[in-house]
């Protein structure tokens, strides 16, 4: 059974920082890209940042760029998301998922979901 199991998330002020962390279980995922993705209130969900699990190809977007970093540590089988510089807008429940390294912007193709955690920057 394959699992992503998203944690780390909270309530910070404006400027803070927050880690999180997805664990992944259940089958490899060599040849699959990571991505987090976010989605507020009454909004779309939206691309964050990706990698490939493999290696390399780093990608985020550009609201977050410069303030976030994706990582990965293939022993622990563990993606984080380093969260810096938050503002009130990154406010959102952020999902951990598996899916297309050629379409890796596009939350349609992911395969595997985490159940998501809330991060919430007050001003």
């Known amino acids: 059974q394959v699992q992503l199991v998203e944690s780390g998330g909270g309530l910070v002020q404006a400027g803070g920082s927050l880690r999180l962390s997805c664990a992944a279980s259940?089958?490899?995922?060599?040849?699959?890209?990571m991505g987090w993705f976010r989605q507020a209130p009454g909004k779309e969900r939206e691309f964050v940042a990706s990698?490939?699990?493999?290696?390399?190809?780093?990608a985020y977007a550009d609201s977050v760029k410069g303030r976030f970093t994706i990582s990965r540590d293939n022993a622990k089988n563990t993606v984080y998301l380093q969260m810096n510089s938050l503002k009130p807008e990154d406010t959102a429940v952020y999902y951990c998922?598996?899916?297309?390294?050629?379409?890796?912007?596009?939350?349609?193709?992911?395969?595997?979901w985490g159940q998501g955690t809330q991060v919430t920057v007050s001003s």
């Open positions: 990698i490939r699990w493999s290696g390399g190809s780093i």
């Open positions: 259940g089958r490899t995922f060599s040849g699959y890209a």
């Open positions: 998922a598996a899916g297309s390294v050629r379409f890796y912007w596009d939350h349609r193709y992911y395969d595997y």
